[in-house]
């Protein structure tokens, strides 16, 4: 028979993530549909209020060790953990902090890893669903070998919502030996505004239009890039942009100062699963449409009625000047 362990850790507020929530709710529906046990591990600088938000058995360890992403602890206490739970079918949050230490994991308790899961069935056995190839093909992945590290994406599952303070927690003893490690500070690079935010509710997509010379014969890219920051701040929204954009640096062109190929959505970029999205000064062919196809809701502000978008692929297309609508937006969502 086997058995579940939902592991995650907490965030600095000590709260768990709303991915974290959705690959609990994953983590629930594979113990319901292999009539298993499921155990819940927790762990960070504090666990007190993330064990108010599940329910059931809770295996935790705390402390300010725990506090900062680090392979060596991380995966300490992932190993203690699952040894603690006996598990066979390990779920986690894909998070960045997760992802760094789970191959490591796997390997250590002679497991095997799978990642970027979107959903799964359960038919004599659990089989886990993937795409592949920029999100074209779709794989079903099983496995005999346990115990099985399962890594799941965000923004597939519901985030789960438990009764709160229903959950037992039992305190796991780490090693000291495996702490031997301190975190004496952070040394990191300066970045600019953060403007890719993978669990937020919208995703603001800009294409090379915002560069381009407007209806004056000039272009207007400091304008545009002040819009658009505006709107960052004030609504939370992630910043995508289309390929077109981001390589403008290269040939020299004026360019969003923010952009880099890390916003880049689409067939050669990422392919996010915000709830909903607002594309401007995009054309919306193939490229577009491939990194935004697990978008809910898509609206598109283009001054072309006949765009790529107007062809059934946006829900909501705006026909207007993409400076004069989010100059708007921004005064609107001010107030």
């Known amino acids: 028979m086997e058995k579940i362990l939902f592991l995650s850790h907490t965030e600095e507020n000590g709260l768990l993530s709303s991915h974290a929530l959705e690959a609990l709710t ?6 319901e549909g292999l009539n298993s046990e499921l155990t819940i591990g927790l762990f960070g600088g504090s666990t007190k209020k993330a064990v108010d938000q599940v329910t059931g058995k809770t295996l935790v360890v705390e402390g300010e060790p725990f506090t900062s992403s680090r392979y060596a602890t ?10 603690a739970a006996g598990a066979t079918v390990v779920v986690v949050p894909g998070t960045a902090r997760n992802m760094r230490f789970l191959s490591g994991l796997a390997s250590r308790c002679n497991g ?4 970027h899961i979107t959903g799964f069935t359960v038919d004599g056995g659990l089989i886990l669903h993937r795409w592949f190839y920029r999100q074209r093909m779709r794989a079903e992945v099983t496995r005999s070998d346990r115990p099985w590290f399962i890594a799941v994406d965000s923004g597939v599952f519901e985030p789960f919502v438990g009764t709160g303070g229903n959950a037992e927690p039992v305190s796991v003893s780490i090693d000291d030996a495996l702490l031997r490690t301190t975190v004496n500070g952070v040394k990191a690079p300066e970045t600019g505004e953060q403007t890719i935010r993978p669990d937020a509710e919208t995703l603001f997509v800009a294409g090379a ?26 609504s939370g929204a992630s910043l995508g942009s289309s390929k077109s954009l981001v390589d403008l640096k290269g040939e020299g062109q004026s360019v969003l100062p923010f952009m880099t190929h890390l916003n880049q959505v689409g067939q050669t970029g990422s392919t996010p699963r915000h709830q909903k999205g ?10 577009h449409v491939v990194g ?4 809910n809701e898509r609206r598109v502000i283009n001054l072309d009625p006949n765009c790529g978008w107007a062809q059934g692929k946006a829900d909501v297309l705006y026909v207007a000047d993409a400076f004069a609508v989010m100059s708007e937006v921004n005064k609107m969502i001010s107030d």
């Open 209 to 234: 239009g915002w560069t381009k010379k407007q209806a004056d014969g000039q272009p207007h890219t400091d304008e545009a890039a002040e819009l658009i920051l505006d709107f960052m701040k004030k």
């Open 112 to 115: 095997k890893v799978d990642t």
């Open 292 to 295: 935004w196809r697990f978008v």
């Open 74 to 83: 991380d995966a300490a206490v992932g190993e203690a953990i699952y040894k």
């Open 26 to 31: 994953a983590a629930c529906q594979i113990a």
């Open 278 to 287: 607002l594309a401007t000064c995009c054309h919306g062919e193939e490229p």
